[in-house]
């Protein structure tokens, strides 16, 4: 059974940066690649950024520069390094790997 769990959320002023964690458990994170996901109040649930099962990163365009997806092999943990923060960067981040979700970590960005 993949269990993943995020954390590294918090509250940060704009123009901070926060690192999110997802760590797993039963599955590998090279077995399939992992995606961060993001949902804002009202708003539907977005993907961010993706690593791949060979360790290839992609970002979706409005955190693109800003963002960087990377990937613990020994850990078996994905981060995401949140830099240069937006207030438009609040929402709940989750992690999925073979389309499991944690339960997501909450980062709030105050202007």
């Known amino acids: 059974q993949v269990q993943l769990v995020e954390s590294g959320g918090g509250s940060v002023q704009a123009g901070g940066a926060l690192r999110l964690s997802c760590a797993a458990s039963?599955?590998?994170?090279?077995?399939?690649?992992v995606g961060w996901h993001r949902e804002a109040p009202g708003k539907q649930r977005e993907l961010v950024a993706v690593?791949?099962?060979?360790?290839?990163?992609r970002y979706s365009d409005s955190v693109k520069g800003r963002f960087t997806i990377s990937r613990d092999n020994a850990k078996n943990t994905v981060y995401l390094q949140m830099n240069s923060l937006q207030p438009e960067d609040t929402a709940v981040y989750y992690c999925?790997?073979?389309?499991?979700w944690g339960k997501g970590t909450q980062v709030t960005v105050s202007s």
């Open positions: 999925n790997h073979q389309n499991f």
């Open positions: 690593i791949t099962r060979t360790g290839n990163a």
């Open positions: 039963g599955s590998p994170f090279t077995v399939a690649g």
